[in-house]
């Protein structure tokens, strides 16, 4: 068995876990983080880089490297709801560097993070290693185990954090119980052809029934069909053919180009689940990002709450990493810290699924659109509102964790096992 010891192991390479890798590497602390999988090309992954993940991005001097990778700038987001057309969000307005959304690819995101945290000489990736349990040193957490391609792998660590998603193993295997909240919904993600007259904008339909959500990617449209809960083996009965017809009527400007979904293995399915854990934490163990609370994909804002949590856990946790202190006592600090923001999203996105997806879902032959919807339409200046939920969040955190090591020249190569 390979045995390695290191001051905070993190199960887990998405966005939770590269953000706060590189920031504790940053710090000067020896870290080593876990992904399972060869590399980050797995497509349909949140791909929403918001305005305060740029802000964060801008604190620590990379904003300028991390725009000049390929992404579309969304800075209103456009709904259509039964005859009513409106734009649902304006970013232009938000005070921050970037105010707009940024769509990216997930794996260029999680490849920059890579690539920073690489640069300083505490940072140890790890890929094609899958967490499989935690070690014990009587009741407290000791580090983990892990799958290999060369054998079992063994990391003995201060701290370990368990980043590892929505289906977490270390959040199982620690015992920590999570409250399921449901969700009247789940996603079907697609790619369709874009062309040179297509608009530009991003925009969500709902009508009788149907909710349809299109994300300019550049060359082709991202797209989401959202279905009712557990909906997918009727769907596939129906057939291939009566999913095209379906798209075509809801999407008419779409009708000559949904042949190009030639069969259900270029749909996707999201099982949609929204939980949080009643906690986050136990002697030498912390959860964060989707392995302490899994999001609705209202909104899109997963990805950076759980970045988010990353860097609120980096300012709580450093110094006492750095230093070689205690961190038990500080990892309550962590949930409460990040608890109020992720319980007020998770209300939000509940009130949404309920009164808006839910009712239009279960609507046969028209849609009224909702009180705030119809405000929304009539009032631009309201459109800040849900623009600063959606872009900024409840409570943004920002860099405090200082750069102490210098970095190498050029950038560690990664480790592949």
């Known amino acids: 068995m390979d045995v390695r010891n290191t001051t905070c192991c993190i199960a887990g390479g998405g966005p939770a876990g590269m953000m706060l890798g590189y920031l504790l590497a940053r710090a000067g602390i020896d870290v080593t983080v876990l992904e399972k999988h060869g590399d980050f090309l797995r497509d349909f992954r949140g791909d929403t880089i918001h305005p305060s993940t740029l802000e964060l991005m801008n604190e620590l001097g990379v904003l300028d490297q991390f725009l000049a990778l390929p992404h579309q700038k969304a800075y209103r987001i456009a709904a259509r709801f039964g005859g009513l057309a409106f734009d649902f969000a304006d970013f232009s307005h938000l005070p921050v560097a970037c105010p707009y959304i940024a769509f990216m690819p997930q794996w260029d995101f999680l490849n920059f993070l890579a690539d920073r945290g690489r640069s300083y000489p505490g940072f140890h990736l790890v890929m094609n290693a899958e967490v499989t349990d935690l070690l014990w040193d009587g009741d407290r957490v000791a580090g983990v185990t892990a799958r290999t391609p060369q054998g079992p792998l063994e990391v003995r660590a201060a701290l370990t954090i368990g980043c590892d998603g929505r289906s977490s193993t270390v959040r199982e295997r620690a015992?920590?119980?999570?409250?399921?909240?449901?969700?009247?919904?789940?996603?079907?993600?697609?790619?369709?052809?874009?062309?040179?007259?297509?608009?530009?904008?991003?925009?969500?339909?709902?009508?009788?029934?149907?909710?349809?959500?299109?994300?300019?990617?550049?060359d082709y449209w991202q797209c989401a069909f959202v279905i009712p809960k557990g909906g997918m083996e009727e769907t596939r009965a129906r057939g291939i053919a009566a999913f095209r017809e379906t798209l075509a009527q809801v999407e008419p400007a779409f009708a000559d180009r949904v042949a190009s979904i030639a069969s259900w293995d270029e749909v996707h399915l999201l099982t949609v689940t929204v939980n949080r854990l009643r906690k986050w934490h136990r002697p030498g163990l912390l959860c964060i990002g989707d392995a302490a609370h899994a999001m609705s994909p209202v909104a899109g804002v997963g990805i950076n709450l759980a970045v988010q949590d990353a860097v609120a856990t980096a300012n709580i946790l450093a110094e006492a990493l750095y230093g070689g202190d205690p961190v038990d006592p500080l990892l309550r600090q962590v949930q409460e810290r990040r608890e109020w923001p992720t319980r007020v999203t998770q209300r939000l996105q509940l009130m949404v699924q309920k009164t808006v997806?839910?009712?239009?879902?279960?609507?046969?032959?028209?849609?009224?659109?909702?009180?705030?919807?119809?405000?929304?339409?009539?009032?631009?200046?309201?459109?800040?509102?849900?623009?600063?939920?959606?872009?900024?969040g409840v409570q943004p955190e920002h860099i405090r964790t200082p750069e102490r090591v210098q970095k190498l020249l050029p950038p560690a190569a990664p480790v592949n096992v």
Do not use: K
């Not at 609507?363 to 339409?377: D, M, S």
């Open 175 to 218: 015992g920590l119980q999570a409250e399921d909240f449901g969700a009247p919904m789940d996603v079907l993600w697609f790619r369709l052809p874009r062309t040179a007259s297509d608009s530009v904008q991003s925009t969500g339909v709902f009508e009788a029934g149907r909710i349809f959500v299109r994300i300019d990617r550049g």
């Open 357 to 392: 997806i839910g009712t239009v879902l279960r609507a046969r032959e028209t849609v009224t659109p909702p009180l705030f919807v119809r405000l929304l339409a009539r009032c631009p200046r309201l459109r800040r509102v849900p623009a600063r939920f959606v872009g900024i």
